[in-house]
């Protein structure tokens, strides 16, 4: 089945540790995307990808960042610059990368992340 | 800052009512998504409707989009159990930039027997 596939599951942060959270998808989708969501708050926009090899801030970028080195790729790092990652990460993909895509986005399942 | 705003924040009704959820936007926009999202799970796409829109169904959906009022509603008809979740919509901004969704906060629904 296509999807999107994040792992780990769950994950656990130590003070002053980085830590990569995964995000794979077999949809061949153009663009990418990283979302955070905190109770209550909805998903903010971490990071996203139109295209292999390029990728933009979106409105909390600090103290994450990312990589797109394959189109079926997008993983995303916490940094230690991140002083409250604690949060449920959520990645999501889209078919075009249009300006006025009228295109869902679909997402994986999530990773959530605490600290230890 | 979030584009969209859910009300209410939480509904709660009986299997077989209707359910519906209101939301608001700040700026113009291309299209609005409306996604739904169970405990611990990501988000599944529900329907889109677009800025030249008005109304469109989908099975037991309904959405409405007044751009004039800058607000969108979904109706959810014989509500069952299963729907219990939470809804989110979410808004494409008509910016020229890359096309990102924002989302509003949400609304918990429970649906119960």
């Known amino acids: 089945d296509g999807g999107i596939t994040q792992s780990p599951k769950y994950l656990f942060r130590k003070e002053g540790q980085n830590v990569t959270l995964s995000c794979e998808q077999n949809l061949n989708h153009d663009a990418m995307y990283w979302y955070r969501q905190d109770p209550g708050q909805g998903l903010r926009l971490i990071y996203y990808s139109q295209i292999v090899n390029d990728f933009q801030k979106g409105d909390i970028a600090e103290g994450y960042s990312v990589s797109r080195e394959k189109k079926e790729s997008f993983p995303l790092t916490v940094t230690s610059a991140q002083k409250n990652p604690t949060a449920f990460y959520l990645c999501?993909?889209?078919?075009?990368?249009?300006?006025?895509?009228?295109?869902?986005?679909?997402f994986g399942d999530g990773t959530r992340l605490s600290i230890l | 800052s979030q584009q969209g705003e859910e009300d209410p924040q939480a509904l709660s009704i009986q299997e077989g009512e209707n359910a519906t959820m209101n939301c608001s936007y700040k700026t113009s926009i291309n299209n609005l998504q409306w996604y739904r999202q169970n405990s611990g799970r990501g988000l599944v796409h529900l329907i889109l409707i677009r800025s030249n829109e008005r109304e469109k169904h989908s099975g037991r959906l309904r959405v409405t989009l007044d751009t004039s009022k800058k607000s969108s509603s979904l109706l959810i008809t014989a509500s069952r159990a299963a729907d219990t979740a939470s809804y989110f919509c979410?808004?494409?901004?008509?910016?020229?930039?890359?096309?990102?969704?924002?989302f509003g906060t949400g609304t918990r629904l429970q649906v119960t027997l």
């Open positions: 979410a808004t494409t901004l008509n910016t020229g930039t890359a096309s990102k969704l924002t």
């Open positions: 999501a993909s889209r078919g075009d990368r249009g300006l006025y895509s009228n295109q869902p986005q679909h």
